[in-house]
């Protein structure tokens, strides 16, 4: 038995990986990363326990099963059924997380941003999920070309991260719990990181933005790495901006 994989059958097909409590490198540090922004320093050390996270993003086909519970129109585009699902709101991948513990009997939810920057990176700060060079044939970006979402895996295991997670750079955005803040251009929880400053509270209004994590398939390289903090709105949806889950 892999105690680093577990397999959920029902109600959906999902792959979870393990993640090992301890610290790691969160953020960035200028000197290293030449394209760090304000928003990702200082690099610190922050202390998770363990948790498992989803090897994929959420797909067409698995958020599909959720939308049909909840009698959601929900249309999977021809020949994209293992593409990341996209044009789901924060709010609604709040809602399939709650959808799937229930039916699970686990406890589902969204990463922290602390808690998906771990799961791309590892605990030694490297840059991109492969390491500390960027390498446009390991993950679906701007710069590689394809101009749309790809499947799943697609650039695995060469793009995986240290825990064998796959497609947490490029392909699509991805929401996390945390809060960015009310204004785009000004984040109100800085680094330091700390869970419980607030900023993983859920009830936080829609006026208050989310972190994104990731990069897309129509964002170049900047953006596609594990310490890159992005935002948006819990009500927005776009063809860019998908999703993927964490049990505890």
């Known amino acids: 038995m892999n105690n680093d994989l577990i397999v959920i059958s029902r109600p959906i097909e999902l792959e979870l990986i393990r993640i090992p409590a301890g610290e790691f490198w969160m ?6 990363d030449g394209s760090a922004g304000d928003e990702e320093c200082p690099r610190h050390r922050v202390e998770l326990g363990e948790f498992y ?6 797909t067409h086909r698995q958020y599909d099963v959720f939308a049909r519970f909840i009698q959601k129109k929900f249309d999977v585009p021809t020949g994209k059924a293992d593409h990341p699902a996209v044009n789901v709101s924060w709010r609604h991948a709040v809602w399939f997380c709650n959808w799937l513990s229930e039916r699970t009997e686990k406890k589902f939810c969204l990463p922290s941003e ?3 920057e771990k799961a791309a990176r590892g605990d030694d700060g490297r840059v991109y999920a492969w390491g500390n060079e960027w390498d446009g044939r390991k993950a ?3 710069d590689g070309g394809a101009r749309m979402t790809t499947r799943v895996g697609m650039y695995s295991p060469q793009g995986d991260s240290p825990f ?5 750079l490029g392909n699509v955005w991805e929401w996390t719990s945390s809060v960015w803040g009310k204004d785009s251009t000004q984040a109100k929880f800085k680094y330091p990181y700390n869970a419980d400053d607030g900023r993983e509270d859920l009830n936080w209004g829609d006026e208050y933005l989310r972190v994104i994590r990731g990069g897309a398939f129509n964002f170049d390289r900047v ?4 310490a890159m903090r992005y935002r948006d709105a819990p009500y927005n949806w776009y063809w860019n901006l998908g999703f993927r889950v964490v049990m505890k």
């Open 27 to 32: 953020g960035s540090d200028k000197s290293q």
């Open 53 to 58: 996270i989803a090897r994929t993003p959420i």
């Open 223 to 226: 953006h596609a790495r594990c």
């Open 114 to 116: 602390a808690q998906w």
């Open 164 to 168: 064998g997670v796959a497609d947490m």
């Open 140 to 142: 679906n970006t701007m």
